[in-house]
């Protein structure tokens, strides 16, 4: 991983970036969202249940999607019509034109995805009637080495908000969090992918962190079922210097506590039937990023959020199953 000299210093911890992520200039002036973050081939496989140790099953169906959680969230980001460029690699494989292809019709800027050398990303999806998953990832051309040139690097100082999962290696994380920290650009990492603490190196640069409740309860080690027990495990991760805590709590819906000791709440919006869950926390993320940098209040954004992947979940596979903007407008306006 090689990256030009003479970043700017890091700024001191303050309201100064955090506030940023409730303040965007106006539509025609909107600063990019930039993703960085992984990119696979997700094999998608039909079952009927989870075998057992030592059983053999046989699958309904076996699909290719292109997906991983940073193009998943870039995708996302993108169909809901906000400027979004994608910071990733894809392999010399056959996935790759793919990969790239899907996430240009999706509308991401993709001036900054690398081909490198080898596979690319793969993800292997074992989908259940219910729409549950269980996954499985090879991490190809995200656990590569890494290069950012200076184009790029000017990208990052200069976005809106700059949007990290665990799927690419922590050091890359790190790195990143901080260029965009000293250039007070707020950074917003997603907690999904490798399961190990997260380093101070990068928890000390991010300003939102997003777990689910089982990535919760591992980075806390304290219960998370409960309302309750999720907002005192977040109030933990809080006092660790991040400025809020966003958790997807799935059929629970979400919750977002900063600081500043504000908490909200938002359930799900009820779906006829779930078809697939994969995609549906990447979608969510997406969506709240693109609401906050459009300047809509806190609440307004998980509703936003909320929306936008109730429709994700009733569709297969993860990019595929992202929905437009007009798709959100409209389920939002019928409720």
């Known amino acids: 991983m090689s990256f030009p000299t003479g970043e700017p210093g890091l700024s001191r911890r303050g309201r100064r970036g955090a506030r940023r992520l409730l303040v965007t200039a106006e539509k025609h002036e909107a600063k990019p969202l930039v993703v960085v973050g992984s990119v696979n081939a997700d094999l998608v496989l039909e079952i009927d249940r989870l075998p057992a140790d030592g059983e053999t099953l046989g699958a309904k169906s076996l699909n290719t999607f292109p997906g991983g959680k940073g193009a998943n969230q870039a995708a996302a980001a993108a169909k809901l019509q906000h400027p979004t460029y994608m910071l990733g690699q894809v392999g010399s494989d056959a996935n790759a034109e793919l990969l790239k292809s899907s996430l240009s019709e999706a509308g991401v800027k993709l001036d900054h995805l690398r081909e490198v050398d080898g596979p690319s990303g793969t993800a292997v999806i074992l989908v259940q009637p219910s729409g549950e998953n269980s996954i499985m990832i090879v991490g190809g051309a995200n656990t590569a080495d890494w290069e950012f040139d200076e184009s790029a690097l000017q990208l990052l100082r200069t976005a809106g908000m700059v949007l990290l999962q665990r799927e690419i290696p922590e050091e890359v994380n790190a790195r990143v969090a901080a260029i965009a920290k000293g250039a007070h650009v707020p950074v917003l990492l997603d907690c999904g992918g490798v399961e190990g603490p997260i380093s101070p190196e990068l928890m000390h640069n991010i300003t939102t962190l997003s777990p689910n409740e089982t990535e919760l309860a591992r980075l806390t080690g304290m219960e998370t079922e409960s309302e309750d027990q999720a907002e005192e495990a977040a109030r933990k991760i809080l ?97």
């Open 239 to 335: 006092s660790q210097g991040i400025h809020s805590v966003l958790v997807k709590r799935g059929t629970n819906g979400s919750l977002l506590i900063d600081r500043d000791g504000d908490v909200n709440l938002q359930p799900i919006f009820e779906v006829e039937k779930v078809v697939d869950t994969t995609g549906a926390g990447d979608c969510f993320t997406g969506a709240y990023a693109v609401a906050i940098l459009e300047g809509k209040k806190p609440e307004e954004a998980l509703t936003f959020a909320a929306a936008a992947s109730a429709l994700c979940v009733g569709r297969s596979g993860a990019m595929p199953s992202l929905p437009r903007r007009e798709e959100v407008d409209r389920k939002l306006s019928s409720r």
